[in-house]
């Protein structure tokens, strides 16, 4: 079911400065950049590798404001790796089969994430504790439409 990891997100106070460590530090680049309100994030996408079914990143989120999922967790446990992504080929499929096994869903539809893809979370209390975020990218979309 999973094809992949899509990307790591790591909750971060100041989206620059991280950047910057990261460019530095990994020599990774950005390769987009993005403010998804629904989500109350600004992030960017570090490109990691390209491999079957998509590329792999390190997604650098900061919240909004104090009041959304990136900012309570940054309150509750500072910064670190917020969630663990996970390509799969069909997003509503994988939804519907890993929430008939039992685990509860945050999201009973996609919504939209990074770089054009469709995204859903699974609750972290029921992945061992690991915010676990499903991703289907936009050609795998187009492909089956
Ligand atoms: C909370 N918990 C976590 C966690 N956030 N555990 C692991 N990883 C996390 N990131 C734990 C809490 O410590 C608590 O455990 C329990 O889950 C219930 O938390 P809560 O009190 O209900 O806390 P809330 O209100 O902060 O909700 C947590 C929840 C929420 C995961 C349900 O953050 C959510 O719906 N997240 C999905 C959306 C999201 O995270 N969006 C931002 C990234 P205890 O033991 O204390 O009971 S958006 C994104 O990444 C997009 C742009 C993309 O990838 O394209």
Not at 104 to 121: K, N, Q, T, V, Y
């Amino acid at each position: 079911m999973f094809m992949r990891i899509d990307h790591v997100g790591i909750a971060c106070h100041d989206l620059e400065e991280k950047i910057a460590f990261f460019e530095r530090t990994f020599e990774l680049t950005v390769v987009a950049r993005e403010v998804n309100t629904e989500q109350g994030v600004k992030e960017a996408m570090l490109h990691i590798a390209d491999g079957e079914g998509g590329g792999s990143y390190i997604q650098l989120l900061e919240p909004l404001s104090p009041d959304t999922p990136v900012g309570k967790f940054l309150t509750r446990r500072g910064e670190g790796v917020h969630h663990v992504a996970f390509g799969v080929p069909d997003v509503v499929q994988a939804l519907d089969t890993i929430g008939g096994r039992g685990v509860r869903l945050l999201d009973e539809r996609p919504r939209h994430g990074s770089m054009g893809s469709s995204i859903a979370f699974l609750h972290p209390k029921d992945v061992g504790g690991m915010l676990t975020e499903l991703v289907q990218a936009p050609e795998r979309q187009a492909e089956t439409m």
